[in-house]
């Protein structure tokens, strides 16, 4: 059966400095039984310890503070969190990954995150003081629905935070393939001022993150008069203010198209002497980045991923196998073209301490180059 396709068309608001996709797909289609599970990684729980660290540090989380987070997914960094606060209460619109999370102890609402799931929220469990919104912030439609939900539910002077991919951080490193269907917005810090504006609330602080390539995490709060303003938002906005122009995304564009038709080139070249490439990590990115590129099942020997609900699948249009890094280790290709760039370091070492030291890794961005 041919799959389904649908445009992915990236587009900039010449006003609030906003990216995001010209197309938008169902929330209910692309969410209500999900595939991607947080993997158990070091640099992920590295970044909850800094993650924490910076909110103790600015008060916005305390040993008595009631965190709801937004997009919980199997309830990882509520797991990490669970210790270091008094209440914690995930929401994920996923009902085979809130079964995950609630088996791990985590209370988890099985809901979009929107005005009637936050009044439902505020009735059980009361207001929190905290609500974190990490990497699904900008999966939806429109985003309105869950900011102004948090204005509703937050007490008074509770914070959000909001995780996401920077979309500068996606331009300037030529992380094209960050562009997907999950990701609907871009945020960038003017974009985001606007965002808060509308509802009431403001920005108080700026965290910058070097997770999924790059990330910013935004502090905001209902506006009140007398509100202290970090200086990181000031610094991080001058920052912007001077990437924020038309040769920036020109040279974007300009250099996805240098890595498709190197990373073309190199594939082709390289199963013409006979190597095996495979891909490691069934990464929505990897497939933007694959059929982007053109590369299917013919060049592709198979997908590594650590993921069991994504093993024996196949992923959509290049039909690529995924694997477990068990197989893979039981008998690795030449190469491995790294869909999981975000994971690189940790990716290498698991390989090389499997004892593999033949297998070598091509890391398409920032330039392809192999490692
Ligand atoms: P993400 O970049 O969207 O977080 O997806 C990472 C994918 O890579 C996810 O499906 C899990 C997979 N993965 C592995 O297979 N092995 C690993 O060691 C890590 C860290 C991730």
Avoid at 38 to 57: I, K
Wanted: hydrophobic share 40%; aromatic share 10%; with cysteine.
């Amino acid at each position: 059966m041919e799959p389904r396709t649908f445009p992915l068309v990236l587009e900039l608001c010449d006003d609030c400095g906003n990216l995001q996709l010209r197309d938008c797909l169902d929330a209910a289609d692309l969410y209500r039984h999900y595939l991607y599970v947080t993997p158990d990684s070091p640099m992920l729980r590295q970044h909850y310890e800094s993650l924490h660290a910076y909110l103790a540090n600015g008060h916005y989380i305390r040993p008595d503070s009631f965190v709801l987070e937004v997009g919980s997914n199997a309830g990882l960094f509520l797991q990490f969190l669970q210790p270091r606060t008094a209440k914690v209460l995930g929401i994920d619109p996923a009902t085979n990954i809130c079964e995950m999370a609630r088996a791990s102890g985590i209370d988890t609402v099985c809901d979009f995150f929107a005005m009637d799931s936050a009044r439902a929220i505020r009735e059980q469990h009361g207001a929190p003081d905290l609500i974190v919104a990490r990497h699904c912030m900008a999966h939806n439609a429109d985003p309105h629905v869950m900011v102004s939900a948090a204005a509703e539910l937050l007490t008074d002077d509770g914070h959000l935070v909001i995780e996401n991919a920077y979309g500068l951080t996606t331009v300037e490193n030529n992380e094209f393939d960050q562009i997907y269907h999950e990701h609907m917005f871009y945020f960038t810090i003017r974009s985001m001022k606007a965002l808060l504006a509308r509802n009431g609330m403001h920005l108080t602080g700026i965290f910058m993150a070097p997770v999924h390539g790059g990330s910013i995490v935004f502090v905001a709060k209902k506006a009140r008069p007398g509100d202290v303003v970090d200086v990181s938002v000031e610094q991080f906005s001058r920052r912007e203010d001077d990437l924020l122009r038309p040769g920036t995304f020109e040279r974007f564009s300009e250099n996805a198209y240098a890595i498709k038709e190197r990373l073309a080139t190199l594939v082709e070249d390289l199963v013409a002497e006979q190597k095996s490439v495979w891909t490691y990590g069934a990464t929505a990115k990897g497939n933007t980045l694959l059929n982007y590129v053109g590369l299917t099942h013919q060049q592709i020997g198979y997908c590594v991923d650590s993921t069991p609900i994504k093993q024996g699948k196949f992923l959509p249009k290049s039909g690529i196998r995924v694997v477990s890094e068990e197989e893979a280790t039981a008998s690795p290709p030449d190469f491995y073209l790294l869909t999981a760039w975000n994971y690189k370091q940790e990716v290498i070492e698991k390989v090389r301490r499997s004892g593999n030291n033949h297998t070598r890794f091509i890391i398409p961005v920032p330039h392809v180059h192999i490692v």
